[in-house]
């Protein structure tokens, strides 16, 4: 047995080994998965949009008066409403001189023109039968001496100097009082009761709150997106710029209306002054002179041009995905920034598609996908 065991053995062992040869299990070949990755894409279209340029200003009153005295003469009252930061309306009395020596200047002028024209009927009558009687008399052409035309023309002269003093005794009577020839404000006070007024004091300054406007300076590449010319001409209505005006979170609208013609010493630029609107009490309520203010001026139209969240833009190109689903970095031409958007004008094809999402790596010609919509 022991002879026979050797040989068994291995017999045995060949045969186990051709069957698991036989039986082998196949390798399967699997196709390798490409990982295309989900973005999100925003479609570009070309649009036609309104330039926005930003800017900041001051508002400021437009209409603005100092209210000096023209006459010698003592204060005799001062409304309270003159207080500095005081408003006031439309014929509101804000000061008054003493007028007695004014009234008693215009009652004799009343009374030099009525003699005036006493005296300048009489010449007439007295020329009249002054040419009666030489015609009468028939002894040829009058001397004009005779016939009383220099007295006639002497009384006619006193009449319009006694008319004129007239009017001049009437407005230094109506200078006597200072009455507001618009609802306002004052700005400051140099003068109270009893003080004495010459030709030329400064007895305050007012201004008009029913016209405000603020001056915008424009940056030096935003001046061609005005469609302005500065020369400091009134805009013509149908020219003007809307405005949309900032105050404290509250927008208020307005209109350009000037361009102004020389650079501002302070900004070195050129500016635009824009009107203020008013549209009810509550919107008067919000603007005050001096109040610091941001604005948007809505320029010229802009044709073709793609609006671009400006943090997608990076190096003068943006990532889109093209028709293909491919990513591709595309080089474009900004024709300027508003804000957080970036007007583009070149360098996006047909079919492109914003890519928004941020994926660890940025390969050309990755394969994406995205939900159209």
Same mark, same amino acid.
């Given at each position: 047995m022991k002879k026979y065991f050797g040989p068994g053995f291995l017999f045995l062992s060949i045969f186990v080994t051709f069957l698991m040869i036989l039986n082998k299990p196949s390798a399967m070949v699997e196709e390798k998965k490409v990982n295309v990755p989900y973005v999100k894409t925003m479609m570009l279209l070309p649009q036609t949009v309104s330039a926005q340029i930003a800017s900041q200003g001051f508002i400021r009153p437009k209409n603005k008066l100092n209210i000096t005295s023209q006459l010698n003469a003592r204060v005799e009252w001062v409304s309270e409403k003159m207080e500095e930061g005081s408003s006031f309306n439309l014929g509101d009395t804000l000061i008054r001189l003493d007028r007695r020596d004014y009234e008693l200047a215009f009652i004799t002028a009343e009374a030099n023109v009525l003699n005036a024209e006493v005296n300048l009927e009489r010449e007439k009558a007295e020329s009249d039968l002054a040419s009666k009687e030489w015609d009468r008399v028939g002894g040829g052409s009058g001397s004009a001496l005779a016939l009383r035309k220099p007295q006639l023309a002497q009384a006619k002269a006193n009449l319009e100097a006694a008319r004129a003093n007239l009017e001049r005794a009437k407005r230094d009577l109506d200078r006597t009082a200072f009455i507001a020839s618009f609802? &306002?404000?004052v700005r400051s006070k140099n003068t109270d009761i009893g003080?004495? /007024?010459?030709? &030329?004091?400064? $007895? &305050? /300054?007012?201004?008009? /709150?029913?016209? $405000?406007?603020?001056?915008l300076p424009i940056a030096d590449q935003d001046i061609i997106f005005t469609g302005l010319d500065f020369n400091g001409l009134q805009i013509p209505d149908k020219k003007q710029l809307d405005v949309r005006i900032n105050l404290n979170g509250q927008m208020v609208n307005g209109k350009v209306i000037r361009a102004e013609a020389e650079v501002d010493p302070k900004t070195r630029m050129l500016s635009v002054v824009a009107s203020v609107g008013i549209n009810d009490d509550a919107t008067s309520n919000l603007v005050l002179v001096g109040q610091y203010a941001q604005a948007t001026i809505f320029g010229t139209k802009v044709n073709d041009v793609y609006v671009i969240p400006r943090n997608n833009i990076r190096n003068q190109s943006l990532w889109v995905v093209d028709s293909n689903m491919e990513l591709m970095n595309r080089p474009v031409n900004v024709l300027r920034y508003e804000n957080e958007y970036a007007l583009v004008d070149e360098g996006i094809e047909d079919g492109d598609r914003l890519m928004l999402s941020r994926l660890s790596s940025l390969i050309n010609g990755q394969k994406v996908t995205y939900s159209i919509n």
């Open positions: 609802n &306002g404000r003080s004495t /007024t010459f030709p &030329g004091t400064m $007895l &305050g /300054t007012i201004y008009s /709150t029913e016209n $405000l406007e603020i001056q």
